[in-house]
């Protein structure tokens, strides 16, 4: 003999449908913000203001600024650490950006 689960009227199994609208809720907001992140850019400058890159909040590099002056000394090597600074200092800044942005989001997931 199978055994039936005792439901009470209205109530639905395994937690209810409303547990799938709060994710699919969940879902839109995080997308929503993810798109907005896109949108949204973070500025890294080192040496002074020798280099500068922008990047956006979802750590996609738009531009990088180099200054003419740095030029004229023609040290690659000091060129290639400020832009590796600048980049990487770029990417952290989108990434604190991203979690502040996405943070709250996250904490409203059920697990």
Known sequence: ????????????????????QQLQQLQQQMETAQNALAEETVTAT???GVVTVIATGDQQ????????????DADAEMLQDLILAAVNNALDQSREL??????????????
């Open 1 to 20: 003999m199978a055994k039936r689960s005792k439901r009470m009227k209205g109530q639905s199994p395994v937690g209810g449908m409303g547990m799938m």
């Open 46 to 48: 080192v040496g002074g």
């Open 61 to 72: 590099i738009q531009s990088i600024t180099i200054q003419p002056e740095i030029l004229e």
């Open 98 to 111: 991203a979690s502040e942005r996405l943070g709250p989001l996250a904490s409203g997931l059920p697990f």
